[in-house]
């Protein structure tokens, strides 16, 4: 019988967004992670924190080295036979990818395909998508986070191409005039098609234009030349020249919606829905997937418009509904306890667990096998009615089996982790 709680070694990735050496919460945690002869690299990049069964970037178990997946397939009383009925799972599989990212430079404007549409870019480029399958996610800041998600009313956008001019001038004027005289139609489909037409036009604009007019707008700006419809965005276009001085994405600030989230802020991305994030340290937890389809902030080779116009969503909203959390355990905040929360997708959830100095947090059974990062602090993982334990630090990573009653304690001061599970009625 293998055990029911048991450490992992995660995977880093690095990627140019990502934040540098020691900076990076990613390298903090993978420095406490057990990864063998890993050292922080003062000029790397290190953007994500992996811990799941991807192949991209599978996690091992930390007392063999095995990959999990292979330890899964020998033992599947772990993740349980509904979980493994109701996904569909082979070969050692979980149906969700748990991640921290780090970043301080704006990661490509992307979507993420569903599932049909990933079974055929999948097939059609397997190099560029590697997996088959579709890629919802929910995503819960750990510190300041910005973000751009879903687009912008199409009132908003109308605005924005009658006082900049630099954004008006991508665009042919019958796309410009169609969208302005319906942006405010009572008729759905009216908007979303002008919208369409923008942003088709938009995804296939010259790239030398779309530099010409974006160092033009970025100098009338410095100049502080704008209107007051521009104050808002204003900020946001500089910081966004400022990470990527060429390139077209830059007008995205004028197309889709702008967060800045607190810490605990989460929200989900449907597939389809476009989103790129731009600053902060966040908790990522989507269905096990690679699968992005970029058309800005990336490089050339690395774009598929005509995928990304083919699948995106046009669904313009004012805002994004935040996931609120509840509680999971008797009396939780924002600052002790367990606190849940429950996206609309299938595949996972995530707890936000603190126990006090000295405190525990008790978690019954779940239906379902979990994965659990150390954020802050350190205490120990009790388990088997007290008669096992683990002692955990910042950075490492714990496997605990579906139904599994555990209990998290901290010792001289506060313990924080992240736990992403899935569970099946």
Same mark, same amino acid.
């Given at each position: 019988?293998? /055990? ?26 993978? @420095? ?6 890993? *050292? ?15 192949? !991209? ?13 292979? +330890?899964?397939?020998?033992?599947? /009383? ?6 493994? *009925? ?35 870019? +999948? ?8 997996? %088959? ?32 001019? #630099?954004?008006? %001038? ?9 969208? *302005? ?8 489909? /009216? ?5 369409? &037409? ?5 995804? !296939? ?9 974006? *160092?033009?707008?970025? &100098? ?23 990470? $990527?001085?060429? @390139? ?7 197309? =889709? !919606? ?25 908790? &990522? ?55 849940? $929360? ?18 525990? #947090?008790?978690?019954?059974? =779940? ?37 599994? #009653? ?11 982790? $992240? ?7």
């Amino acid at each position: 019988m293998t /055990e029911q709680v048991f450490r992992l070694i995660p995977a880093t990735q690095s990627y140019p967004w990502g934040k540098k050496g020691s900076n990076s919460l990613v390298a903090q945690l993978a @420095d406490g992670a057990g990864i063998p002869d890993f *050292k922080i690299d003062e000029s790397k990049p290190y953007a994500e924190l992996w811990m799941g069964t991807h192949p !991209n970037a599978p996690t091992r178990v930390l007392s063999t080295g095995h990959l999990l997946s292979e +330890h899964l397939v020998a033992h599947p /009383e772990l993740v349980g036979e509904s979980v493994i *009925k109701r996904f569909g799972l082979e070969n050692g599989q979980l149906p969700f990818l748990f991640k921290v990212l780090s970043f301080d430079k704006a990661l490509p404007v992307q979507i993420h395909p569903d599932k049909q549409t990933a079974e055929h870019i +999948h097939l059609e480029n397997p190099r560029a998508y590697v997996d %088959s399958n579709h890629k919802p996610e929910m995503v819960l800041a750990l510190s300041e986070f910005t973000a751009l998600c879903g687009f912008l009313p199409t009132f908003q956008v109308s605005e924005f191409l009658s006082v900049v001019p #630099e954004f008006a %001038s991508l665009f042919p004027s019958d796309i410009v005039q169609n969208l *302005k005289s319906v942006a405010r139609s009572p008729d759905e489909s /009216e908007r979303k098609t002008a919208l369409k &037409e923008l942003l088709s036009s938009y995804a !296939n604009v010259d790239n030398e234009k779309a530099s010409v007019q974006l *160092k033009l707008l970025v &100098e009338r700006y410095r100049a502080g030349q704008e209107s007051d419809e521009e104050k808002t965005v204003k900020s946001l276009v500089l910081q966004l020249h400022d990470m $990527y001085q060429d @390139d077209s994405g830059v007008f995205c600030a004028f197309i =889709l !919606n702008y967060f800045n989230l607190k810490p605990g802020h989460a929200f989900s991305v449907a597939t389809g829905e476009p989103h790129a994030y731009i600053t902060g340290d966040i908790i &990522e937890c989507m269905a096990t997937s690679d699968n992005t389809i970029a058309v800005a902030f990336s490089p050339p080779e690395q774009r598929d418009v005509q995928n990304f116009l083919s699948n995106v969503q046009y669904n313009p909203t004012p805002g994004k509904t935040f996931i609120q959390p509840t509680m999971f355990t008797r009396g939780s905040t924002h600052t002790n306890g367990s606190l849940l $929360y429950n996206p609309p997708i299938y595949e996972l959830a995530v707890m936000q667990v603190i126990a006090a100095k000295g405190g525990t #947090e008790s978690h019954h059974k =779940l239906r379902g096998p979990s994965i659990a990062v150390v954020i802050e602090g350190e205490g120990t993982v009790v388990w088997a009615e007290g008669a096992k334990r683990l002692g955990v630090k910042k950075g490492q990573v714990v496997f605990i089996a579906a139904g599994t #009653e555990v209990k998290f304690s901290a010792f001289e001061t506060s313990f924080k982790l $992240y736990r992403a599970f899935v569970e099946v009625g």
